[in-house]
């Protein structure tokens, strides 16, 4: 499966931004989802996982109550909803895909990757 990370841009602190992630390729309902996060000079960390299904959701605790994933399996698309946004958010943000998924935190366990896409917070 190939991913394609979209709608990060600049914003000011407390707005908004969705990212999104579509993916090409077959049996995308197929795959756990997650986003991660990397700013400058820091690894790179769990933001969200989504189950194959969406039934199943997870967060980072410095986003939860702020981030909502999503995902449509018909568009083959997962989605970031970035509310109440603070500039330690800045990074570049990347969406991944698992066919088999025991620790969802782990970047090791996605075997795919999208290309990422910056957002910046400004205070």
């Known amino acids: 499966v190939q991913l394609q990370a979209s709608g990060g841009g600049l914003v000011q602190a407390g707005g908004s931004l969705r990212l999104s992630c579509a993916a090409s390729?077959?049996?995308?309902?197929?795959?756990?989802m997650g986003w991660f996060r990397q700013a400058p000079g820091k690894e790179r960390e769990f933001v969200a996982h989504?189950?194959?299904?969406?039934?199943?959701?997870y967060y980072a605790d410095s986003v939860k109550d702020r981030f909502t994933i999503s995902r449509d399996n018909a568009k083959k698309t997962v989605y970031l909803q970035m509310d109440s946004l603070e500039p330690e958010d800045t990074a570049v943000y990347y969406c991944?895909?698992?066919?088999?998924?025991?620790?969802?935190?782990?970047?090791?366990?996605?075997?795919?990757w999208g290309q990422g896409t910056q957002v910046t917070v400004s205070s």
């Open positions: 390729g077959r049996a995308f309902s197929s795959y756990a």
């Open positions: 991944a895909a698992a066919m088999s998924i025991n620790y969802p935190t782990s970047p090791l366990e996605y075997a795919y």
């Open positions: 989504i189950s194959w299904s969406g039934s199943l959701s």
